[in-house]
């Protein structure tokens, strides 16, 4: 609520949130939740040309939320709140289902090792 209070740019649309927003009001459906999965089928059935305009009007989007986002951090210095603005580091990559099993097998192999060598401990 904080960072809404301090006025930070709202994150970039999408190119098919925008299509929704477009036609959402157009549709057909009983429910909402209709209403998205009726759009979703839509727009999956549009041929790349077609999904053209929303995704050129999403990339425009990103560049806005980019310049914004540059004059709000600025605007944070200003005001003291560093603690506010994305770090300029890299955010550690999420684990892949291989990366995650290598890890899980390396630290078994570890607690392998440590209970042989209680065991080796224990029995001197």
Same mark, same amino acid.
């Given at each position: 609520?904080?960072?809404?209070? @301090?006025? =930070?740019? !709202?994150?970039?649309?999408?190119?098919? *949130? %925008?299509?929704?927003?477009? *036609?959402?009001?157009? +549709?057909?459906? %009983?429910?909402?939740? /209709?209403? @998205?999965?009726?759009?979703?089928?839509?727009?999956? !059935? @549009?041929?790349?040309?077609?999904?053209?305009?929303?995704?050129?009007? /999403?990339?425009?989007?990103?560049?806005?939320?980019? *310049?914004?986002?540059?004059?709000?951090?600025?605007?944070?210095?200003?005001?003291?709140?560093?603690? @506010? %603005?994305?770090? =300029?580091?890299?955010?550690?990559?999420?684990?892949? /289902?291989?990366? /995650? !099993?290598?890890?899980?097998?390396? =630290?078994?192999?570890?607690?392998? =090792?440590?209970?042989? +060598?209680?065991? !080796?401990?224990?029995?001197?």
């Amino acid at each position: 609520k904080e960072l809404t209070v @301090l006025g =930070k740019p !709202k994150r970039p649309r999408s190119g098919f *949130n %925008i299509f929704v927003s477009e *036609n959402f009001q157009g +549709s057909e459906g %009983i429910s909402p939740a /209709a209403k @998205l999965k009726q759009l979703f089928g839509a727009w999956q !059935k @549009l041929s790349s040309s077609q999904k053209q305009p929303y995704l050129q009007l /999403a990339e425009d989007d990103k560049v806005r939320y980019g *310049n914004e986002m540059k004059s709000w951090e600025a605007k944070m210095v200003e005001l003291g709140r560093e603690d @506010l %603005i994305r770090s =300029k580091q890299q955010k550690p990559k999420k684990q892949t /289902a291989g990366t /995650a !099993k290598k890890a899980g097998t390396a =630290k078994a192999s570890s607690r392998e =090792k440590k209970a042989k +060598s209680k065991l !080796k401990k224990s029995e001197e």
